[in-house]
């Protein structure tokens, strides 16, 4: 079941496409969106993720933290940053743990995630889950969010 609003987002460190461990925890004190996406390099991840590129300077000022994350390997998704000029870490859940602990896969047989995200609040706690994402606009969504839109 995918996690709500008012949920506390649960804690992981998982590899990003640099190869490095980053820890959720590690961001309290920011806003942060974690936005799973089913495929890197493919048409609507390749969207969504330039909506957020787009919009990186707006959620630097205001302090969010972009996380992408992906059933992906490290290779793959270091391509798909590389490619599209991608600022943020895009995370490699290759076990589905994570997706699992979300709700955006039903076990750890799924091929990929659903297209869902959540954006965290600087304590952990989640301020809203988008289980329906249009990857064209969902930057500009979140960011309304964000500002209590």
């Avoid at 047989?109 to 609040?121: D, E, N, Q, T």
Wanted: with cysteine; charged share 25%.
């Amino acid at each position: 079941m995918m996690l709500k609003a008012g949920d506390t987002a649960p804690d992981f460190t998982l590899t990003t496409h640099e190869g490095k461990p980053l820890t959720l925890s590690s961001l309290r004190g920011r806003k942060v969106l974690l936005w799973f996406y089913p495929m890197a390099s493919t048409p609507g991840c390749t969207a969504e993720g330039r909506g957020f590129r787009d919009q990186q300077n707006y959620f630097d000022e205001y302090n969010i933290q972009v996380l992408g994350i992906s059933f992906d390997s490290v290779e793959d998704n270091a391509a798909f940053a590389e490619r599209n000029s991608f600022k943020f870490p895009l995370l490699c859940d290759v076990d589905r743990k994570v997706g699992l602990a979300f709700g955006a896969a039903s076990d750890l047989k799924a091929r990929a995630p659903a297209r869902v995200s959540f954006l965290i609040g600087e304590n952990g706690v989640i301020l809203h889950a988008y289980d329906r994402v249009n990857p064209r606009d969902h930057a500009g969504q979140v960011l309304v969010d964000a500002l209590g839109g």
